[in-house]
């Protein structure tokens, strides 16, 4: 009997097929997988385990986003389904996490496996590591860009041209920004032309021969500064040619017109300078650091009586008054701290012995930012400082006549302005203000009452006590004073002073009102004294109370009626002994 031949079952050769393709799969030299229609991982081989780090039953059923970088997993989602789709993938770039947590970006190529009724069964995926291709894909990409911006970003021009037909002909290659400002051209006007082209003039300036020549040798050489024209452009130009191992020739260059107009400007401002120099009204000097005179004017000769050859290489110090020579000193030293001019006065002593006045102002020299000397103009103001002390003795009569004046009409308060004068300048000294401001509170304690000259001498001198009618009268005082001395061109704010010495730090006096530090210092340092000498001397409506009586009211209303720290001054003055009125 004949025995029957046997129908094969397809699907036992198609599972013999996928068991023969898993085998292979498992070695291959690279890794391999195969996904789920979810995503999910049904097989990897051991290339695939070796590269992320992990063991085959780790990574079975586990979805194969949990294994790819934040960033890829977006791209995952938005791919796999286009594979399921297309059926096959090609270089799909995602980066992986090993279990280390360390990187790898990876190419996927792979298909899609169907079943006999062509739905999608599974995907066969292979991954090529390309971790290190990409890395110095990325360097490359870097260097490239850092090499684009600095090559943009030099404040040279710079010019790469490719040599044609044995270096007949340069041909611009490239042209960074510095160059297009340079040459007033852009960029896209001059690649792929001849430099003969753009630059018409460049053989008869010299360069052309520079090319030639460097392409040829290979030596770089420099162009040294001339002057280029064409019917285009002017101007100054210094220029560096290199080879590059490329064949190319780069020029480098600047534009120093401007250099070169500012050395001619400069010469002709030396001209200038040194006719200025010899012929100024002023003495001009210069000096080091150590004070050694490396320069001095004709006026400097004529004014002091010392020749250039006396001087020049001697310390300018020594010719100096001994009371100003420290201070000179410390006025070049401030220099060197604060880096600014200077003003001062100072007495020079000149070749016959007498003294002149100057006032000098001074700046350092520097030199690569550092300083080395110092240039000074100093001044002679000997009659300046005539006019200034007949003017002082001018307005000194002028201070003692108003304020006679006011105490001839008031026998009771003689000598008050006085003695309030100096108590408010042994407190204003007390609290360390500059001299400028001590002497403006002396000016204006000396007339502080010049005001009274409007009120009738029976109020002033009423042994009773005051009506609100003549109340009202003597606190217009003030502001008769500030009326009769805001005329007089005062270099300090002594009417402002004057107005404001009744004034109170709680706002209670007058005329104004005003509070706090809208009060100037000076008149609340005047108004302390003249409370506390009011009170110490005797008036016709009562005896005098005495110091102890005085400085009790003014710490009694310290911080109300009186400025704390002026009060604290005051009293601390008397009771540590360090002033008494004189009389």
Partial sequence: MMALKRTPDPDQARSARERQFSRLAIDLPVGYQSLDCDGRIIEVNQKWCATLGYSRDEVLDRWFGDFLAPESVTRFREQFPQLKERGDVHNAELELVRKDGSRLTVLFDGSVECDNRGRFKRTHCVLHDITDHTRLQTLIEHSEKRY???????????????????????????????????????????????????????????????????????????????????????????????KLPSGEIVAVYDDITERKRSEEAVRQSEGRYRDLFDNANDIIYTHDLEGTVTSFNKTAEKLTGYSRTELIGKNIFAILAPMHQQLARSMVLEKLTTMTPTVYEIEVVCKDGHKMPVEVSSRLILRDDKPVGVQGIARDITARKQAEQQLRKSLEGTIQALGQTTETRDPYTAGHQRRVTELACAIAEKMGLPKDRVEAIRIAGQMHDIGKMAVPAEILAKPGTLTDTEYALLQAHPQVAYDVLKTIDFPWPVAQIVLQHHERWDGAGYPNGLTGEAILLEARILGVADVVEAMASHRPYRPALGIEKALEEITAHKGSRYDPDVVDVCVRLFRAGEFRFSD
């Fill in 148 to 242: 684009r911006e600095l090559f943009d970003s030099m404040s040279s021009g710079v010019a790469v041209y490719e040599a044609r037909v044995d270096a007949e002909d340069f041909v611009f290659a490239d042209f960074n920004r510095a160059a297009e400002r340079i040459d007033d051209i852009d960029r896209k006007e001059v690649i792929g032309k001849s430099v003969l082209e753009v630059f018409p003039s460049i053989k008869k300036f010299g360069l052309f021969d520079v090319f030639q020549r460097v392409w040829q040798t290979g030596n770089p050489e420099h162009h040294p500064v001339c002057h280029y024209r064409d019917d285009r452009i002017a101007g100054w130009r210094n220029n560096y040619v290199y």
